[in-house]
């Protein structure tokens, strides 16, 4: 099977601008987890989608966002991006949900100016 | 408060020594628990999981962990490292959802 993959791998923007990071799971999988990644706060939960459905949500500004489609893949938006945005920004899947074995994708670096 | 903690931020080893990665997490019931491993640029890969049952659980990689309820651990531990090891470790807890550790960096050398 595939593995998951997120699109785009490199992403620069400017403070003020939005931006919508895209994941694909591997198929089958049902639930999408995203994760921010930053050297000053390691690994943190953003949300979880399950079946197109927000089943869990972790503490961020409304800013962050993010949907999930019928077949699966996902996507995530940030509005008004602040320099603090920069991160590695990390898409998961799985069968069942979050509590469950995650496969991650390669992430996407943004990178904010 | 729900939390996991990876007390060391780096470690350094020799090739060919063993490793002990430490893993503590503070919850009210046992979550399941998880080892990552990323190396630089990548994502993270599954390196094992405790989810019940025997308490020593082993993983890819010849990599293991030992469930300790009493000491609220999971810690990693290797008999000998590769170069090829150097990497992040990341501990996980899933209760709610997935929580991770700050990582430890394993640097080894020859």
């Known amino acids: 099977k595939a593995g998951v993959t997120q699109t785009p791998r490199y992403l620069i923007k400017t403070r003020g601008q939005q931006v919508t990071l895209s994941c694909s799971p591997i198929s089958g999988h049902r639930s999408v987890s995203w994760y921010q990644q930053t050297p000053g706060q390691g690994l943190q939960f953003l949300f979880e989608y399950f079946s197109e459905t927000q089943r869990n949500k972790g503490n961020f500004p409304g800013r962050f966002s993010g949907r999930q489609f019928s077949n699966s893949r996902s996507e995530m938006n940030v509005s008004t991006l602040e320099l603090g945005d920069s991160a590695l920004y990390l898409c998961a899947s799985s069968d069942t949900g979050s509590t469950d074995t995650q496969y991650f994708g390669p992430g996407t670096r943004l990178t904010v100016l | 408060a729900q939390s996991v903690t990876q007390p060391d931020i780096h470690i350094t080893v020799s090739e060919g020594a063993s490793l002990e990665l430490r893993c503590n997490y503070s919850y009210g019931a046992t979550p399941y628990l998880f080892w990552y491993v990323q190396s630089p640029g990548q994502g993270l890969q599954l390196l094992l999981k405790?989810?019940?049952?025997?308490?020593l659980v082993q993983g890819i990689k010849g990599f293991e962990a030992e469930f300790k309820r009493s000491q609220s651990s999971f810690n990693l531990r290797k008999p000998s490292v590769h170069w090829s090891d150097a990497a992040e470790y990341f501990c996980?807890?899933?209760?709610?959802?997935?929580?991770f550790g700050a990582g430890t960096r394993l640097t080894v050398k020859p």
């Open positions: 405790y989810f019940s049952g025997d308490t």
């Open positions: 996980a807890v899933a209760f709610n959802d997935m929580r």
